[in-house]
């Protein structure tokens, strides 16, 4: 929904530098999240603090439903067409958007580096443990990639011209992809962290990639567009951790985070082959 309603509002580099503006948003949540989950535990329990957020997802769909502005309807079937029907069209638009080569192309490449990077952000609990660091050493690491994810889009979004961002999404990925490497070498607390906040970073590569997506996504299908992004990068990043927490079932959390890193990297030469434009 956020995504389309800010392609509505803004075109060209304002909807990119509009995209920017939302991942920092989210990293700054995410920050305050862990900080604000971490005094909650502290001072109410961990039964207090889950109220305590509950309580807030019930105020954020309040404030979405209150302020922000209705999307106009899209486009749907007769009213006698059925349940059948609007699962047809549904299917048919996504077949549609998944056999263009461009825009699979795109999804593929706002899909898969994150559901490799979520693979190895679900193990850093068990890295830790295995480790032997203390249990507050988890929420260090777990902060780390927001907070390289807030430098990242600070600094892409905000310094560099639109052309050198699509120039550099493949070496972002890698950016991404190259620091969980590291974790082969079973680092400490402070070097995880910061190898964290690198790998953090790469994630502004999909600010290169959206103003492509968008104008490759016919008008009337920008909607479809959207909710197929969303849905595909929720259930990759759900596979991800799933995939390579089973890997360190068959090694060590610090192999399979290393893995991770290597599909990242994997995914940096594919993007560098087959999107030279990028």
């Given at each position: ?80 067409a059925g349940r059948a029907a609007v699962l047809r069209h549904s299917w048919t638009g996504n077949r549609a958007l998944l056999a263009d080569r461009a825009v699979r192309r795109l999804l593929l490449t706002q899909w898969l580096p994150p559901a490799f990077a979520a693979g190895a952000e679900g193990l850093i609990v ?153």
């Amino acid at each position: 929904m956020s995504s389309r309603l800010i392609a509505l509002e803004l075109t060209g580099d304002a909807y990119v530098l509009g995209r920017s503006l939302g991942n920092l948003a989210s990293s700054g949540g995410q920050l305050l999240g862990l900080a604000g989950a971490g005094v909650a535990v502290t001072v109410l329990g961990a039964r207090g603090a889950l109220l305590v957020s509950a309580a807030g997802y019930l105020v954020a769909a309040l404030l979405v439903r209150l302020r922000l502005p209705a999307l106009p309807a899209l486009p749907a079937p007769s009213a006698d067409a059925g349940r059948a029907a609007v699962l047809r069209h549904s299917w048919t638009g996504n077949r549609a958007l998944l056999a263009d080569r461009a825009v699979r192309r795109l999804l593929l490449t706002q899909w898969l580096p994150p559901a490799f990077a979520a693979g190895a952000e679900g193990l850093i609990v068990a890295y830790t443990g295995e480790r032997g660091l203390p249990p507050g050493y988890a929420a260090l690491l777990l902060g780390a990639l927001p907070v390289g994810m807030l430098a990242g889009d600070l600094v892409v979004g905000r310094l560099l011209r639109p052309a050198l961002r699509e120039r550099l999404v493949a070496p972002l990925v890698g950016l991404l992809g190259l620091p969980l490497l590291g974790f082969a070498l079973h680092p400490g607390a402070p070097a995880g962290a910061l190898l964290l906040v690198v790998a953090g970073c790469g994630f502004s590569y999909g600010l290169g990639v959206q103003r492509r997506f968008v104008t490759a996504v016919p008008t009337d299908r920008q909607g479809q567009a959207f909710g197929l992004l969303s849905a595909g990068a929720m259930t990759l990043q759900g596979l991800g951790p799933a995939l390579f927490g089973a890997l360190a079932q068959l090694g060590t959390a610090a192999a399979a985070m290393a893995a991770a890193g290597v599909a990242v990297l994997l995914t940096a030469g594919w993007i560098w082959r087959t999107l030279p434009n990028l």
